[in-house]
DNA sequence: CCGTCCCCTG
DNA sequence: CAGGGGACGG
């Protein structure tokens, strides 16, 4: 047990990176400011969050398959707009498909739907050689279930068609032999399985008998070949079982191999920092056992152990093992792909379309971070709608409701689609709360002007901007509030050298802070605010300690010194409307 | 006088 | 976090 050290440590603990915000360098201004304490990490692990992979990877492509297959025996009602051919039978299966299909594909990109095109020779590692599979899998079984409709239809055909409005809607009815196969691909599988699932309602019955023996036999090979080909991506070269907790091994090559804690559980024992490849701390998992200044009682922390001695500021690893754009496009890679929706996908907006994709033949079509296939139905072909704000798509957005925050719960739209950068915002939403919220890690002191940058989607009007304004200003009642309390508590504890304050991840501060901006850690914090916030807690300090607080404005000198040391924020804010939550659900 | 900011309150 | 009052600077 060791009092002091959570909250004075030296600053090299954490290997970390230059001042560079968002991948971008600083300006002169802020490097000389940042210098020499402030190091900022580009906003990452969190990003990576195994979890939100693993399973979720096997998941979609299992239940992919099964909407393939359960498609075949699904009414075509929704199919088209026509109405249900048959009174018996009630709408049952296809909202709960569409539910379905909805909750496990947005979550990444789907191989099967990656596109057809080439790539099949397998590059580098699983990905793509599986992606190859897939398609001939798919392809596959097209070619099959063509054979099927090939044996039933004439038989079919002499038991009558079925009636007009249970084709139209679609371009060649079920029973039309004429499969337009200059569709996209996803189109054409859409037409698949209408004209199988009207099958079985009028073949007669060995026809029928057929074709759902051959479904079962398909079903039973599909499951089984993509079992396969899971199996296959899934094992590393050398044998061993890839973590499943979601380590990509493409993107992110210094991934942290430990397992996230679960939710709520911290971590017993401090990393190992020293053994972590780079800014490997995890963000705000703190170890419950070595917080402090939150707990008065505890016997005196400061005079100080060795351990944290405070910072003879200690100079950044010159060799930083990765380059720092790189990494950062990775992780907004990453995000885009975990989160199928929102920020990710505009995040990704700016990236070069091709550098972030590595193995996509057609990343337009296959990267789908905004989950376009969660808001159809049915997976339309998604080339008509490639980016995320087209027409066609935003049709399809649900909108956020433009409320207030609910105390303490999450909107139930947030996690719809956060965000629309044409659906201009007439009021401000939760997420725009949020995204405020994590810009005061950078900014404590913005201007209008920049909130005006910063949130793109929002309709600014004296209202809006005052309110927006008001944010912040609360924003800053909370971290001075914090800071003075902490200050004085150091007193109390019989601080006297003000340099012994210093906010690190682990300290009971940051823990409160980043508890106020950053609820659910959606966010690494970056080190410029630590630094800030431990200046500001130093100043404090010296003002209290000095008896300056009996100065009715005492506190005017520090937040004067304190609304200079705005940092410049990254792109990402700017470009994203809500940098949506990093659900870990 | 107006816009900000702070502070207090609910 | 929002509202409202008051201080302050231009």
Redesign the pocket.
Known sequence: MDPNSSLLLGPAQYPTEPCMEGGRSLSPREQSRCSPFAWSQVPSSSFSDPDCFGDEHIQAKRARVETIVQGMFLSPTSLGPGRAPTGDSPSRPEKAQGRKRKQSLPMQQDPLEAGPAGNRGGGRKGGPRVRGQLHLLRQQMRHLQQRILRAVEPRAAAQGPPTADQRNGSRSGPWGADSDHSQGVEKHRVSEVQYLSEGPRFLPAGARALLESLKKELTGAISQAVDSVLQKVLVDPSGHLTQLGGRFQGPVPDGRSEPLPPEGSARKDPLPLAALPRRAQPPGEAPLGSLSLAKPLDSPRYPVSPRMIPKPYQPPPADCPLAVAPAHIQEEWILGQLLGHGPGGRWRGDLPQDSSAPSQPSSKVALRPWGAAKLRPLALGQQQCPWPFTSTCLERLPLVSPV??EPGGRQAGMDALPFSAAHIQEG?NPGH?KK??LMFFFTR?P??SLLKAYFPDVQFN?CI???M??????????Y?IQMEKFARQAISDGVTNPKMLVILRDSELFRALNM?YNKGNDFEVPDCFLEIASLTLQEFFKAVSSGKDADP?W??PI?KII?KLDSDIPEIFKSSSYPQELFRN
């Open positions: 207030k925050m401000l709360l405020a919220k002191y201007s209008s004296r901007t005052s309110q304004i008001k944010w912040f200003s609360n924003f800053r009642e909370f001075y106020h404005s506190k005017k937040y609304s």
